[in-house]
């Protein structure tokens, strides 16, 4: 964690009237991001070239190397000074010589760092606490509780494309080792998925598209980068792929975004395999060599051709797009219960007999009659 961007946030929520005292929670586990962490991102991936991962540069991949090292900085030793300056101190002498003597880049004093991270602290000892043991006496009390990952499978550091991957568990086990929440205490697990697929960053991704389709996808479907606003790659949905997250999630079921940035397209199509020296493949390579030969295998569809912006009920999509949805579903294994049909938090196809409705029964009363 961040703490500048963190407070950051906070002060932006602050403005529009959102009260942060009880609702937010910071762990005292959270392992810190320090400025040396953005140095070394940074520097490292200049230093790779052609082998760049594509990160955000925000230091992410470095404070998770210092984590699994043993020497990382938490936010609970933010509260304590003496330790806090202890560790920094032993720590900066290791980054500043890998940052002078690999990198030939800028370095660290203790106190340039020390000022503000002790600023941050007087920010942040409020909301720091306990967080495990927090949510597990919530569950305990039978409050619901909902835990949202960042990021796709693909990029999970055990079960994504590596080293084309981010440094942390992005499937949905990592609700459990993240949180301190028991896997037995979770109940069900929903994926999230566009109609179509896309990337930031260097990897593998064989069914991406090049030109006007890949800038048609672009522009309706605005794919820039949340944190750095790079254009994201575009392709076709990739049914391999998502019947793998379906697989390593153990996805109950899945909600489908974007379905109306196709609506233009004359056809559709959709990645059910791919094709590596003669070889057809059905599951997924894990072979970096393989991933970087094979090529996509497609099933074509027609196109619907209209509009299905802002549609709220299933039955008046059109119906070469309910067949497209259906053959997705047939593809991956899972049925959907949810398909977005618009930027708008409205814009929403719900499912009433989906496991979705089950989990949270509230929804029932709201959503629109299922074919």
């Not at 990198?103 to 495990?132: C, H, K, M, N, S």
């Not at 709220?312 to 797009?321: F, N, Q, S, V």
Request: aromatic share 8%; net charge negative; with cysteine.
């Amino acid at each position: 964690m961040d703490p500048a961007s963190l407070i950051e946030e906070m002060e932006a929520l602050v403005r529009r009237g959102i009260v942060l005292d009880g609702n937010l929670y910071i762990s005292r586990n959270a392992h810190l991001i320090m400025p040396y962490h953005r140095a070394l991102d940074l520097a490292s991936e200049a230093k790779l070239g052609d082998r760049r991962i594509g990160t955000t540069g925000k230091g992410v991949g470095p404070a998770y190397v210092d984590k699994a090292a043993r020497m990382g900085i938490r936010m609970g030793d933010l509260l304590d000074e003496p330790v806090f300056r202890e560790k920094l101190a032993a720590n900066l002498r290791q980054k500043n010589r890998l940052l002078s003597e690999i990198y030939d880049a800028q370095t660290f004093t203790v106190e340039e760092i020390l000022g503000p991270y002790l600023r941050y602290a007087g920010w942040l000892a409020p909301y720091i606490t306990d967080t495990e043991l927090l949510l597990n006496r919530w569950i305990v009390a039978g409050r619901s509780v909902l835990f949202e990952g960042a990021q796709g499978t693909m990029l999970d550091i055990d079960h994504g494309t590596y080293p084309f991957i981010t440094s942390s568990s992005t499937t949905a086990g990592g609700a459990a080792t993240g949180t301190g929440v028991p896997p037995t205490k979770i109940h069900g697990v929903l994926g999230v998925s566009k109609a179509y697929a896309t990337r930031v960053g260097g990897g593998p991704f064989p069914t991406e598209l090049h030109g006007k389709m890949a800038e048609l996808l672009r522009a309706r479907g605005n794919e820039y980068g949340a944190t750095t606003g790079r254009p994201r790659r575009c392709g076709w949905f990739d049914a391999v792929v998502d019947r793998y997250a379906v697989r390593v999630n153990g996805l109950a079921t899945i909600a489908l975004t974007k379905l109306d940035v196709l609506d233009k397209c004359e056809t559709v199509k959709i990645g059910v395999g791919y094709r590596y020296r003669g070889e057809l493949l059905t599951e997924l390579p894990h072979e970096e060599r393989v991933w970087n030969e094979a090529e996509a295998v497609y099933e074509e569809m027609s196109g619907w051709q209209a509009s299905t912006a802002g549609l709220r009920d299933y039955a008046e999509l059109p119906t070469k797009a309910r067949q497209y949805l259906d053959r997705l579903a047939e593809l991956v294994g899972v049925e959907f219960c949810l398909v977005s049909t618009g930027a708008v938090r409205d814009d929403t196809i719900l499912l009433d007999d989906s496991p979705l409705v089950r989990w949270f029964p509230s929804l029932r009363g709201s959503i629109p009659p299922s074919p």
